[in-house]
């Protein structure tokens, strides 16, 4: 478990102070893949750059599985790196070094004897599926090759946390992707707690648990990925949440409407039922959608209709309340006259 207390980092540059990271708290379970996003500028590197003491905190504590980090000596926070795995959008490989030198040079740095050496970095390059490519130099790698090359070296000494910086924001989509199900992958096998930063909702969508909106330093909103997605109070979450999901109507389309027009979210199973019909076949009212789209979120689907309800406003009113007391995680949340 990690948790950061009341961290705050400023930074010092020509004698003014720039806030990097205002008085964050935050609390990410032991197993869990926690997503921070934001926009450039919002913070999210140095509150990274904070959980291994890359960057010190100006104020504050951060503790690993109860360990104040913040307090240890130089050699105990040595130590303690090793227990921290980091990969970077840029990879950081060393050019000069095969694939296999490149991950074992972190089994070496940390006084591993030469057989355990061997052995693990095999073990680490099939995990990554770079067997074939272990002679090779990161110059003949694809983006992709180099990242796995950066995940096998984090993972090397046995890490209990993995953190990423913008670790797929150099990729096409279709090598995100496959780099996103390997962290998924080993964040299942190996039980390793992930925090990544990105400014790309699509991550978060897809492999995260938890996540935490960040702006001007300060984390705006957090919890579990579905709920935000579900129902997001910030405006900037909604924002990073409708660059993946359609989630408002394009104003011409809103003008001229009649009716009511109603946003539906239908969480969970509900989502593929066929609740929408049911209305009309109980109801005088007449319906447009607008809008339909089942999204998943990782497994779980979410469902988002807009529509325009035509017909008398007491009959309207009925169905509108039909809807909100026959499902009970199924929300009317907007409603136009
Ligand atoms: N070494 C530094 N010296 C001075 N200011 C810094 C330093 N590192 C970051 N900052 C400032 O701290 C603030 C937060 O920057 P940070 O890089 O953490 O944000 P970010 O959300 O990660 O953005 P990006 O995705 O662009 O890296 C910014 O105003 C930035 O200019």
Redesign the pocket.
């Known amino acids: 478990m990690i948790e950061v207390r009341d961290v705050t ?1 400023i ?3 020509k004698g003014k102070d ?4 205002k008085n964050v708290s935050l609390t990410i379970e032991k197993g869990e893949i926690f997503g921070i996003v ?12 904070c959980l291994n003491l890359l ?1 010190k905190p100006t104020s504050g504590e951060i503790l690993i599985d109860g360990v104040s980090i913040t307090k240890l000596s130089k050699k105990e926070l040595r130590e303690e790196r090793l227990k921290i795995g980091m990969i970077f959008q840029h990879f950081y490989l060393i050019s000069a070094k095969t694939v296999y030198e490149n991950i074992a040079f972190a089994l070496k740095a940390a006084g591993k004897k030469k057989d355990e050496i061997n052995h693990k970095t095999l073990e680490l390059l099939q995990m990554v599926g770079l067997e074939n490519q272990k002679d090779q130099y990161p110059a003949q790698l694809s983006g992709g090759q180099k990242q796995r090359v950066g995940i096998a070296r984090a993972l090397a000494n046995d890490p209990k946390v993995l953190l990423c910086d ?1 670790a797929t924001s150099a990729l096409d989509p279709n090598t995100t992707k496959a780099i996103l199900l390997l962290l998924q992958s080993i964040n299942k096998k190996l039980g390793i707690t992930i925090v990544l ?1 990105t ?1 790309e909702m699509e991550v978060v969508k897809e492999i995260c648990h938890r996540m935490a909106v ?1 702006q001007d ?1 300060e984390i705006i909103e957090t919890g579990d990925v579905y709920n935000l997605f579900a129902h997001p109070e910030k405006e900037l979450t909604k924002t990073f949440i409708s660059s993946v999901i359609q989630m408002n109507l394009p104003e011409p389309l809103l003008k001229g409407r009649k009716g009511v027009v109603i946003k539906i979210h239908f969480k969970g199973a509900i989502a593929e039922e066929a609740v929408v019909s049911e209305l009309f076949q109980n109801f005088k009212v007449k319906g447009n959608i607008l809008h339909g789209k089942i999204e998943y979120i990782q497994e779980t689907p979410l469902g988002i209709f807009i529509m325009e309800l035509i017909g008398e406003e007491a009959e309207v009113k009925r169905a509108i309340a039909y809807i909100k007391d026959r499902i009970e995680n199924l929300e009317v949340v907007k409603q136009v006259a």
């Open positions: 980092k930074y010092s540059a720039i806030v990097g990271v934001g926009y450039s500028g919002a913070g999210k590197s140095s509150l990274l750059r960057e913008e930063i400014h960040m330093g």
